[in-house]
């Protein structure tokens, strides 16, 4: 018997956009337009793609700057609040984060009740390293109503390490903003490098994952769709999306089962498992807290 206190039943929105460089109020708009429609289909957390109000591909640090918001008192974080408030929802959207002198590829993390926290990328791709700064607030884990919430942005999901830093410190689910590129050497008739990432990263630490991405071209650079939602069993729940349209992605988890659900059979359950004796502690910090 469950104990319904201890559910975590949600509707999860990933919404697949093609934002526009430079056109910041039109694409804040369509955010927020997806997000009613979102709310309209009674989701509870929302995730928007990487950079979804400011484009991805700037010319200059200059354009970057421009189109780069203070959190949370920038327009649209200031929009996205009011959209979460009035729908009652979680949403976790990409922005251009400015802090002083510093830009960060970010995502921001907001509730009904306002902002709850900041992520900022912790791997850059290609020619954000012209303009962004590494990320240096690690992978935090926020604990909101609905559960457990971690966020990580695009080329993060490369690195087995922030998967495990969120599961460790109990995360439910992971959200990624993403605006992810064509990889070298795709063949035709298998799912997408991220996509096998996102599956394996969510089945290897017993979490959620929810992943939106842009589609469209950018000054040359395309873009490739194919959000998807996956389940702690690591199996896509939703999606994934197309390559080339606006869509959005729906699926019903009870965020529970990501740790309810972890053993795999009488002997094996994935984080316990771990042989932290032979490969370090560092990434065992979780044992002492009681996450698993």
């Keep these: 018997m469950t104990t319904p206190e201890l559910e975590s039943k949600v509707r999860i929105a990933c919404l697949q956009m093609e934002p526009r460089v430079g056109e910041r109020d039109r694409n804040l708009a369509r955010s927020l337009d997806m997000i009613g429609e979102a709310a309209s289909a009674g989701a509870g957390l929302v995730v928007l793609p990487e950079l979804c109000t400011s484009g991805y591909v700037f010319g200059t640090r200059t354009e970057a700057r421009g189109l780069a918001e203070d959190i949370p008192d920038g327009p649209s974080c200031m ?10 929802m979680h949403i976790v959207a990409g922005i251009a984060e400015r802090h002083g002198h510093a830009l960060y590829n970010s995502a921001v993390i907001i509730g009904p009740q306002g902002v709850i926290g900041t992520y900022r990328k912790t791997h850059l791709w290609a020619a954000e390293n012209l303009f962004f700064e590494p990320g240096d607030l690690g992978v935090p ?8 919430i971690a966020a990580v942005i695009c080329y ?16 439910d689910i992971l959200c990624v903003p993403t605006n992810w590129v064509p990889m070298p050497d795709q063949p035709a008739g298998l799912p997408k490098m991220s996509n096998i990432l996102a599956m394996g990263g969510a089945h290897s630490n017993s ?3 929810a992943a939106a991405d842009r589609v469209g071209q950018e000054r040359g650079q395309p873009f490739i769709g194919n959000s998807l939602i996956v389940s702690y069993t690591g199996w896509p729940i939703a999606g994934p999306a197309s390559e080339d349209r606006e869509e959005m992605l729906i699926a019903d988890v009870n965020l529970s089962d990501a740790r309810r659900k972890r053993n795999w059979n009488d002997f094996n359950q994935v984080l316990r498992d771990r042989r932290t004796d032979l490969y370090g502690e ?7 807290r009681g996450w698993y």
């Design 156 to 171: 993060d999901i490369w690195f087995p390490e922030v998967f495990r830093l969120a599961a460790i410190q109990g995360a």
């Design 79 to 88: 929009a996205w609040t009011d959209a979460a408030a009035r729908h009652g």
């Design 282 to 288: 560092s990434l065992g910090a979780g044992i002492s």
């Design 141 to 148: 884990v926020f604990h909101t109503d609905i559960g457990r």
């Design 207 to 209: 979490m959620f994952l």
